[in-house]
């Protein structure tokens, strides 16, 4: 028996040897994978560890500023609390003890949503940050904290219709949260930050200690818009809004020398911290995508027309007989009971009445093309290119469709349809010598500003300066106040035309637009201003007594603020 | 026996009868191997010492990154607050809030007392700061 147990010496040596390759093999095994592993093809296991741990890099969306810098459109963070029952560690009624103070939601609803037999459960939604850091402190398992940014408007209503609001969620934006979207998204590549599984920093000599201590922002947009003289704009509008009972109404400030928008108030407005909660029609900017029929402001561009053409000249007369009839339709001054037969007038005469019998004169004197060819140049039925969304490019009838009522109706702003950025851009060629130039609210660096802001020539200076003179003297011998700004000389047009039946032809009884448009100092503008009124109620409402008093008091205001100087001292002060 | 071993006491295996001394005697070793044992020892001092620097820079390095962590936590959330403040002072110094906050004063109230102050002839001393001070004003401020 014990002889089975004796070892044989020989045999010894052999299953030794045998038992010692094997473990070398095995260790020699080990040794080669570990060289290939750290040594051969190190790479994509570190790039796999690095991605496991880096997380994504949290971004602020650029902000939107005005001229001037002041903060119109920002981020802010707000937190989402979502709730993992499989990973509770005490119970629903106890963590909504203790998170129910902060979330404003009573503790039975509390309960019941923590109850729920969800494997996620939606808590709440958009907390404050300081909330959510006491409720931190409670080291709640179970509970996930999740930060998001949201976007966050300062000033509330002002100017809401240019910077327009976004839900990155829905992928939805409008206004120049819409058009500047690119560059507000476009972010400074930086160096992805690793973290820890409790989420702490891995630090390394590159790591920027800037990029992880504060969210990364997108580009700043800054706006022409003035936020001054944005508040004047709205202020004014809203006041005689309130006064006549009108549906809504618009101001557009621009500098006519560079097409820079320096107010566009568009009544009612909304704020858009909380644009779902309005209707579709006052979320939309109605001053860009509707149109309405321009009435006696659009006699300045059918002059302008007909000087250029060399159809008439500054010192022309015609005879404004009061009322005449084109073909079975009958045309009237609208002061035709007051002044039934004015007899031969010149144009000054004709913007200071505003003669419809004048300007249709003055139109039919064009040949169809020739007007149609002018108007065309003006901008009119096609959009002005401004860097907003929803233009309307408007209606303008082809030739093929005038006859002589029609060419007649154009002449004093009717049987078509502008939008009130369209006529302002027009008449912003009057006011800087001939050029017609793309209105936008974005302020381009000098190297974008070719790309964005076209500058069309459409009439000559002469014609240009002639227009001014001319309106400047209809203001300034009107019996109204519209226009009249102390110590100013201001060219400019007042209009009021009926509004067109939307449901057939025709036009809606006692409902009129009411607009005027002038610029400012006269002889060297330096700004326009365009005010259109939609549907004010009461008696004697007319483009020069709704919509020519809030033009006054925003271009007295404005030229306070601007510190223009004085071209006509003296000139429209009352004396006490 | 390995030199390993060398330095084990043994027991001679000598007869009784012509033992001189009796006892445990170390055996005598080679010059190589004590030079061996001296190369070793002097690594094992090195080892050691590693050891202790590598431990106590270690903990070093993390309190260092603790402390570098507490610093960044504490940052983050100065400059999220920061943020926050700062949006809050936008709203405060809005047209809106602004606008808001006179229609609420009653400017045109007449004052329930009148006080009647004698004139001072001096004129305002401003401080040299507010002196230096180009404030342009703006329509609201």
């Known amino acids: 028996m014990s002889s089975l147990f004796k070892i044989n010496p020989k045999k010894n040596n052999i299953v030794i040897f045998f038992t010692h390759a094997m473990f070398i093999f095995f260790a020699l095994l080990v040794v080669f994978k570990l060289i290939e592993l750290q040594i051969i093809d190190p790479h994509h296991l570190k790039e796999k560890a690095k991605r496991m741990r880096q997380e994504k890099t949290f971004t602020f969306?650029?902000?939107?500023?005005?001229?001037?810098?002041?903060?119109?459109?920002?981020?802010?963070?707000?937190?989402?609390?979502?709730?993992?029952?499989?990973?509770?560690?005490?119970?629903?009624?106890?963590?909504?003890?203790?998170?129910?103070?902060?979330?404003?939601?009573?503790?039975?609803?509390?309960?019941?949503?923590?109850?729920?037999?969800?494997?996620?459960?939606?808590?709440?939604?958009?907390?404050?940050?300081?909330?959510?850091?006491?409720?931190?402190?409670?080291?709640?398992?179970?509970?996930?904290?999740?930060?998001?940014n949201v976007r966050l408007y300062p000033q509330k209503t002002l100017a809401s219709h240019i910077l327009g609001y976004v839900n990155s969620d829905a992928n939805i934006?409008?206004?120049?949260?819409?058009?500047?979207?690119?560059?507000?998204?476009?972010?400074?590549?930086?160096?992805?930050?690793?973290?820890?599984?409790?989420?702490?920093?891995?630090?390394?000599?590159?790591?920027?200690p800037r990029q992880v201590t504060k969210p990364v922002k997108g580009n700043k947009l800054t706006l022409t818009i003035d936020s001054s003289i944005q508040h004047i704009a709205e202020t004014e509008l809203a006041k005689m809004i309130d006064k006549t009972e009108a549906d809504r109404g618009t101001v557009i400030v621009m500098n006519p020398n560079n097409g820079e928008i320096l107010a566009f108030a568009v009544l009612p407005s909304y704020n858009p911290n909380e644009y779902n909660k309005f209707e579709q029609s006052v979320?939309?900017?109605?001053?860009?995508?509707?149109?309405?029929?321009?009435?006696?402001?659009?006699?300045?561009?059918?002059?302008?027309?007909?000087?250029?053409?060399?159809?008439?000249?500054k010192d022309i007369e015609v005879m404004d007989t009061g009322r005449i009839k084109i073909q079975g339709w009958t045309i009237e001054n609208y002061d035709v009971r007051k002044h039934p037969k004015p007899g031969m007038i010149d144009l000054a005469y004709l913007f200071e009445h505003s003669s419809n019998i004048g300007s249709l004169k003055i139109a039919l004197k064009m040949t169809a093309e020739e007007f149609y060819n002018q108007l065309v140049k003006f901008g009119i039925g096609s959009k002005t290119g401004i860097d907003l969304p929803g233009e309307s490019a408007g209606i303008l009838p082809h030739t093929d469709t005038w006859d002589e009522i029609r060419q007649a109706t154009i002449g004093f702003g009717y049987s078509i349809a502008s939008t009130p950025v369209q006529i302002a851009s027009a008449i912003a060629s009057v006011a800087n010598g001939g050029y017609l130039i793309t209105p936008h609210v974005i302020k381009?660096?000098?190297?974008?500003?070719?790309?964005?802001?076209?500058?069309?020539?459409?009439?000559?200076?002469?014609?240009?300066?002639?227009?001014?003179?001319?309106?400047?003297?209809?203001?300034?011998?009107?019996?109204?106040?519209?226009?009249?700004?102390?110590?100013?000389?201001?060219?400019?047009?007042?209009?009021?035309?009926?509004?067109?039946?939307?449901?057939?032809?025709?036009?809606?009884?006692n409902q009129v637009y009411t607009s005027f448009v002038g610029f400012l100092p006269a002889k060297k503008p330096e700004v326009l201003i365009m005010v259109v009124v939609d549907n004010p109620k009461g008696y004697g409402v007319w483009g020069s007594t709704v919509a020519g008093p809030v033009f006054n008091e925003v271009a007295l205001q404005i030229t306070r603020h601007l510190k223009l100087r004085p071209d006509a001292p003296g000139l429209n002060v009352k004396k006490k | 026996m390995s030199p390993a071993l060398s330095h084990s006491y043994s027991k001679l295996n000598n007869n009784h009868k012509d033992e001189v001394l009796r006892g445990n005697f170390p055996l005598y070793e080679d010059i190589r191997g004590l030079k061996i044992r001296k190369i070793n020892r002097l690594l094992c001092v090195f080892a050691v010492i590693a050891v202790i620097t590598s431990m106590v820079s270690y903990s070093l390095v993390f309190s260092t990154e603790n402390k570098i962590s507490s610093i960044h936590n504490k940052i983050s959330e100065l400059n999220?607050?920061?943020?926050?403040?700062?949006?809050?002072?936008?709203?405060?110094?809005?047209?809106?809030?602004?606008?808001?906050?006179?229609?609420?004063?009653?400017?045109?109230?007449?004052?329930?007392?009148?006080?009647?102050?004698?004139?001072?002839?001096r004129e305002l001393e401003l401080s040299p700061y507010r002196k230096k001070l180009k404030i342009n004003s703006t329509l609201g401020y």
């Open chain 1, 173 to 208: 934006s409008a206004g120049v949260e819409y058009t500047g979207n690119k560059n507000l998204k476009k972010t400074v590549k930086s160096k992805a930050i690793e973290k820890t599984a409790h989420g702490e920093v891995i630090f390394d000599f590159t790591t920027d």
């Open chain 1, 444 to 509: 381009y660096k000098r190297k974008d500003l070719k790309k964005h802001v076209k500058f069309k020539k459409v009439i000559s200076p002469e014609t240009a300066n002639t227009i001014s003179e001319i309106l400047e003297q209809s203001i300034r011998n009107s019996k109204s106040e519209a226009g009249k700004v102390p110590n100013f000389s201001v060219a400019g047009k007042s209009g009021t035309s009926r509004k067109p039946n939307p449901n057939g032809p025709g036009y809606i009884k």
């Open chain 1, 283 to 313: 979320v939309k900017n109605w001053a860009l995508s509707d149109v309405y029929p321009p009435g006696s402001t659009f006699k300045v561009l059918t002059v302008a027309s007909a000087l250029e053409n060399q159809k008439i000249t």
């Open chain 1, 61 to 148: 969306r650029g902000e939107i500023t005005d001229r001037y810098g002041v903060k119109l459109a920002t981020d802010t963070t707000l937190y989402d609390i979502y709730a993992h029952p499989r990973y509770y560690k005490s119970s629903p009624q106890n963590i909504a003890t203790l998170i129910s103070p902060y979330l404003d939601i009573p503790k039975d609803e509390l309960v019941k949503k923590l109850s729920k037999n969800y494997s996620t459960i939606s808590v709440a939604k958009g907390i404050e940050r300081n909330k959510i850091l006491k409720i931190k402190k409670f080291e709640i398992e179970g509970l996930d904290l999740v930060k998001r």
């Open chain 2, 80 to 121: 999220y607050e920061n943020i926050e403040l700062e949006n809050k002072l936008e709203y405060v110094k809005s047209f809106y809030s602004v606008n808001k906050k006179i229609s609420k004063t009653k400017i045109l109230d007449k004052a329930r007392k009148v006080i009647e102050v004698n004139e001072v002839d």
